[in-house]
Nanobody, 124 residues
């Protein structure tokens, strides 16, 4: 059974940092891209960042570029989202996703696999 398990969410004050992790299991994820999405309260899910197997990255530049950094450890089937200078508007449930087509993640928010989500709350 394929699973993506997120961890690292929590409550943090504005200006603080958090590091989310997403570990994949249940199959080989060679050449799979991984991504982070988020769903703020009362809003639609939005793309945050994605990373190819090669390490090439792309971000939602409007909201997170310069503050969030996506990375991965292929040997451990794990992706990370380092979030800094957090703002109250970053409050959301953050989801990890994996797909073998990078463009499906970055355009349309489709993915073969999704995690269950981890809550990030930023207090003002």
């Amino acid at each position: 059974q394929v699973q993506l398990v997120e961890s690292g969410g929590g409550l943090v004050q504005a200006g603080g940092s958090l590091r989310l992790s997403c570990t994949a299991s249940g199959r080989t994820f060679d050449n799979y891209a991984m991504a982070w999405f988020r769903r703020p309260p009362g809003k639609e899910r939005e793309f945050v960042a994605a990373i190819k197997w090669s390490g090439e990255t792309t971000y939602n530049t409007d909201s997170v570029k310069g503050r969030f950094f996506i990375s991965r450890d292929n040997a451990k089937n794990t992706a990370f989202l380092q979030m800094s200078s957090l703002k109250p508007e970053d409050t959301a449930v953050y989801y990890c996703a994996a797909d073998n087509a990078f463009v499906r993640l970055t355009h349309g928010g489709r993915a073969d696999y999704w995690g269950q989500g981890t809550q990030v709350t930023v207090s003002s």
